[in-house]
C-alpha cells in the first residue's frame, strides 16, 4: 500500500510537471525520493559472453567544427545483443515467446524486492540461489507479489568490469571455464509461480557459471518472463519499496539488447 501510494504521488507530480521543456528530478519525484542508475556504461572494456563475435564498437564519424560554423558529433555503434547491462527477451531460451518489442511495460516498470545471498557467492563463486533463500525472504519481509520485478544479488558487480573476475574465465572463444553465481531451476520455477514480472541480476547470467543446459533461462522464458543481467549498484537498494524502470532498445524481432535500468527509491 505504501509503495502504490509513492507511486501514484509521483505520477501526479510528474503530470503536473508536463509541459515544461526541461524538468528536474526533484520536480518529478516526491519530497525524499531519489533516483539510482543500475546501468553500467558500455564502452571498449564492457564484458561479453566470451563466444561472441565482438564487443561494444563505438567509431566516430564525425566530431569537430563543420564549415557553417557549428560543432557537430556524429558516430556508429555495433555489439552483440547480450553483453553489458542487457535484457533477455523470452525467445532467447523460449521458441514462440516475445521478443524485445513485445514486452508489455508492466514487464519492464514494476515494484521490486532485492534477495540478497551475496553471503553464500562470497564462500561459493558457482552458488545458486534456491527456493529456501526465496521462502526465507518471505518470512522476513513478505510474501513476493505477482508483478514483482524479483532482483538477485549476488555481490558479484564488486568485479566490474574485470573479465577474469566478473566471469571466472577469460579466455576468448571459450566459455567452458566460466564461474559466477546465478539461479538454480527449482527458484527460477518459484519464481514462476509466483508470477513475477521479470527477474535480474548482478551478474553476466541468470544461470550460473558452470551451465550447459542453461536452465533458468529456460524455465523463465517459457513462462515469458524476461531477465535482467548485469545490473549495477544492487547495494543501494532497499529489500522492498524501490520501482523499477527498466527500459531495453526496442528491437523488432530482438532476443534481447542494451537495457537502461534505474530505481526510484521512496522518501525514508
Known amino acids: 500500500m505504501k509503495l502504490q501510494l509513492f507511486v501514484s504521488l509521483w505520477v501526479l507530480t510528474s503530470l503536473g510537471c508536463m509541459g515544461r ?3 528536474p528530478s526533484s520536480r518529478l519525484l516526491p519530497e525524499g525520493a531519489r533516483l539510482v542508475d543500475l546501468t553500467y556504461s558500455f564502452d571498449e572494456n564492457t564484458p561479453y559472453w566470451p563466444t561472441s563475435p565482438s564487443g561494444f564498437e ?4 564525425s566530431h569537430g567544427m563543420t564549415e557553417a560554423g557549428f560543432f557537430y558529433a556524429s558516430n556508429t555503434l555495433c ?5 553489458g547491462t542487457h535484457l533477455d527477451a523470452p525467445i ?9 518489442e513485445q514486452l508489455p511495460l508492466e514487464r519492464l516498470i514494476a515494484p521490486a524486492v532485492v534477495i540478497d545471498f551475496s553471503a553464500d557467492a562470497m564462500k561459493e563463486p558457482d552458488a545458486l540461489l534456491q527456493p529456501a533463500h526465496i521462502e526465507s525472504f518471505e518470512k522476513e519481509h ?3 507479489e505477482p508483478g514483482t520485478i524479483v532482483l538477485v544479488r549476488s555481490g558479484w558487480g564488486k568485479y566490474w568490469p574485470n573479465k577474469k573476475q566478473y566471469l571466472g574465465d577469460d579466455t576468448p572463444g571459450d566459455a567452458s571455464k566460466l564461474h559466477f553465481p546465478g539461479i538454480s531451476r527449482e ?5 514462476v509461480t509466483r508470477k513475477v514480472a521479470a527477474v535480474g541480476i548482478d551478474t553476466a547470467s541468470v544461470d550460473y557459471g558452470p551451465s550447459k543446459d542453461f536452465i533458468a533461462h529456460q524455465t523463465l522464458m517459457k513462462a515469458d518472463i524476461p531477465a535482467f543481467e548485469n545490473v549495477a549498484a544492487m547495494e543501494q537498494l532497499p529489500t522492498r519499496g524501490a520501482l523499477i524502470l527498466a527500459l531495453p532498445m526496442k528491437i523488432r524481432g530482438g532476443s534481447g539488447g542494451p537495457l537502461r535500468i534505474v530505481a526510484v527509491l521512496p522518501p525514508g
Not at 563505438?58 to 564519424?61: A, E, G, N, S, Y
Not at 555489439?79 to 553483453?83: I, Y
Open 142 to 144: 513478505g510474501p513476493i
Open 92 to 100: 532467447h531460451f523460449a521458441e514462440g515467446k516475445m521478443s524485445a
Open 79 to 83: 555489439a552483440p545483443e547480450h553483453g
Open 187 to 191: 527458484a527460477a520455477e518459484a519464481l
Open 58 to 61: 563505438l567509431k566516430q564519424l
Open 21 to 23: 521543456t526541461t524538468v
